[in-house]
């Protein structure tokens, strides 16, 4: 089970991982919130956070630990004596994790040698409906995809992660859990049609020639025509695995359709696609830091992606993008009007009064504040979105 550790602030540069529990100062003020990723900070913002909460007093903060932090850090920690087990991140549980990949694994070597998907059908159904309820149940996401990351199937794997990631984003923009089974099982399904590609192709271990490109390009139409022989009647599950490479400004395909056009399943599974794909090692490249992941995603919110997809995906990192309201840590509500780039916790805000005047209306359009310069005014927490 993944448990917490209490790590030492001057042992910070070692290790990487979330931030499990509110970091305070003694007077009340946050100094870093629950859920913060350290894999999204440099060595000097690293530095720059030890020397504060230093300044703070604060001198142990509990981390969930990421498998490639400094092992010997885990072992002097416990050696000491000097840890403490604090709740875990719910994360999807491993078996039904392993059953879902070994599944969409039958499912798609059956399909490629030929094979009727109906019968197969059902058992993924089964585990779908499972897999929804534990992704509803879940509070954060991101540690259950690394952890199903650890093997090396990226057509399965890939196809999972889309499945929770799409799972857990429908859960929080779409009412309904019926909708989310869907989407699921749109996620486990939606690059179906590569089982069509040839494999020379799927498996060049360098970019594609602009031919290659074109045959790669047809997996969409190729998994919807597969799941129409399999009888897969339903809209959203044909939806996603048609139109999951669209895009907002209609350069996507196959249809090339734009913004709202485009299903908001086919909408949501864009995001996890690209997110998890780009966040992933292949042959032929190493995945990107998650924060230029999320980056990238940020920069291409309009063009490419659902604005709601993206701010709900960044959200779900713990981070506050353009358009989140927030709580400071002086009891003020703010609006995120801008990313700082490198300091996704600490972006630019317009202040917009006190909790009360705010929920009577009586918000002011206050003035802007670049909380880079403010050491002393945090993002508390996030309250809400405009986009809502
Ligand atoms: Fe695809």
């Not at 100062?25 to 020397?51: Q, T």
């Not at 897999?131 to 199903?148: G, P």
């Not at 701010?311 to 989140?324: D, F, I, K, M, W």
Request: glycine residues 8%; contains cysteine; proline residues 4%.
């Amino acid at each position: 089970m993944l448990q917490a550790i209490r790590v030492p602030v001057k042992e910070l540069q070692r290790c990487s991982g979330i931030v499990a529990e509110d970091v305070v100062s003694n007077d009340k003020a946050l100094l870093l919130p629950r859920g913060s990723n350290l894999a999204l900070l440099d060595d000097r913002a690293i530095n720059i956070l030890k020397g504060k909460l230093i300044s703070e007093g604060v001198e142990y903060i509990n981390i969930y630990l990421h498998n490639n932090s400094d092992a010997s850090l885990i072992t002097s920690i416990q050696d000491e004596n000097d840890y403490q087990s604090v709740p875990p991140y719910r994360q999807i549980d491993k078996s039904l994790a392993e059953m879902a990949l070994y599944q969409i694994n039958d499912i798609y070597n059956r399909i490629a040698k030929g094979e009727a998907l109906s019968e197969l059908y059902e058992p993924l159904l089964n585990t779908a409906r499972v897999l929804t309820q534990e992704i509803l149940e879940s509070e954060a996401i991101t540690l259950s995809l690394y952890k199903v990351k650890e093997r090396d199937e990226y057509t399965f794997v890939h196809s999972l992660n889309v499945s929770l990631l799409s799972g857990f984003l429908a859960g929080k923009l779409l009412k309904g859990d019926s909708v989310t089974e869907k989407i699921v099982i749109g996620g486990l399904l939606h690059d179906v049609g590569k089982t069509r590609i040839p494999l020379e192709i799927l498996n060049k271990p360098c970019p594609l020639t602009a031919e290659e490109f074109a045959v790669m390009k047809g997996h969409p139409l190729l998994g919807f025509g597969i799941l129409r022989e399999a009888r897969i009647t339903d809209e959203t599950i044909l939806n996603v695995t048609l139109f999951h490479h669209e895009r907002m400004d209609g350069k996507g395909y196959p249809k090339g359709l734009t913004g709202k056009d485009i299903p908001v399943e086919a909408r949501i599974v864009a995001v996890a696609d690209v997110f998890d794909a780009v966040t992933t090692n292949r042959v032929y490249r190493s995945g990107v830091s998650l924060y230029n992941a999320i980056s990238l995603i940020i920069k291409d919110t309009g063009k490419h992606f659902d604005p709601k997809v993206s701010r709900e995906l960044v959200s779900a990192l713990g981070l506050y993008p353009p358009g989140t309201i927030v709580e400071l840590s002086d009891g003020n509500i703010a609006v995120v009007i801008a990313c700082n780039e490198g300091d996704l916790f600490r972006p630019t805000v317009k202040l917009m009064g006190s909790w009360a005047e705010v929920t009577s209306g009586n918000g002011r359009d206050g003035k802007v504040v670049n909380l880079r310069n403010t050491p002393n005014l945090y993002i508390k927490k996030a309250v809400g979105n405009f986009s809502k």
